[in-house]
């Protein structure tokens, strides 16, 4: 079992900027892949950024690129979101996602933190 635990969300405007974090306990060595989503009042779900738990691989949503970085500290077992140039767009709110390396595994994820830009 992998437990996530995200921080870092808040209200901000416009052009501003938000750190987020994810921090992992618990099977951190059965990881591969870490994910940010984020989830707007009446939307689906959409991934928003990806990195390799070991390994410089990382992907991002179009809508983000540019203004988004997704870093991990493995010392510490967590995943950072740099978030800059905000757009009340990205008001939503962002979860953390583990991808277990085992086939078939489900990932695992946490409980979310609020993102609000204002205009």
């Known amino acids: 079992q992998v437990q996530l635990v995200e921080s870092g969300g808040g209200l901000v405007q416009a052009g501003g900027s938000l750190r987020l974090s994810c921090a992992a306990s618990?099977?951190?060595?059965?990881?591969?892949?870490m994910r940010w989503f984020r989830q707007a009042p009446g939307k689906e779900r959409e991934f928003v950024a990806s990195?390799?738990?070991?390994?410089?691989?990382?992907y991002y949503a179009d809508s983000v690129k540019g203004r988004f970085t997704i870093s991990r500290d493995n010392a510490n077992n967590t995943v950072y979101l740099q978030m800059n140039s905000l757009k009340p767009e990205d008001t939503a709110v962002y979860y953390c996602?583990?991808?277990?390396?085992?086939?078939?595994?489900?990932?695992?994820w946490g409980q979310g933190t609020q993102v609000t830009v204002s205009s």
């Open positions: 996602q583990a991808t277990p390396t085992a086939p078939r595994a489900a990932s695992f």
């Open positions: 618990g099977r951190t060595s059965s990881i591969s892949y």
């Open positions: 990195i390799a738990w070991s390994g410089a691989n990382t």
